[in-house]
């Protein structure tokens, strides 16, 4: 059973940077795509970015082009995203997720992690 856990949230001021940790276990990742969402107060959940953990490729929302990076680390089946350049509306809860590769759909989902930007 895969077994998500976010960190790194918190307040912060516009303009400022934050890193969030994902760190995964239960299985072996290699064959995994590793995902962060995010659901602002009253809206839908929606994607951020995503990893192919074997290959280390990824893409991102327009939204956050640029100035956001997620990245992993093989040894600590740990998956960061890096995000620069925080304006209030990245204001959500934060979500790592994971799915296997072949598949279309996130299946396993961490409890999630508070990012406030104050403007």
């Known amino acids: 059973q895969v077994q998500l856990v976010e960190s790194g949230g918190g307040l912060v001021q516009a303009g400022d940077s934050l890193r969030l940790a994902c760190a995964a276990s239960?299985?072996?990742?290699?064959?995994?795509?590793m995902g962060w969402f995010r659901q602002a107060p009253g809206k839908e959940r929606e994607f951020v970015s995503q990893?192919?953990?074997?290959?280390?490729?990824?893409n991102y929302a327009d939204s956050v082009k640029g100035r956001f990076t997620i990245s992993r680390d093989n040894a600590k089946n740990t998956v960061y995203l890096q995000m620069n350049s925080l304006t209030p509306d990245a204001t959500a809860v934060y979500y790592c997720?994971?799915?296997?590769?072949?598949?279309?759909?996130?299946?396993?989902w961490g409890q999630g992690t508070q990012v406030t930007v104050s403007s």
């Open positions: 997720a994971a799915r296997q590769s072949a598949l279309p759909g996130y299946a396993s």
């Open positions: 239960g299985r072996t990742f290699s064959l995994y795509v």
């Open positions: 990893i192919w953990w074997s290959r280390g490729s990824s």
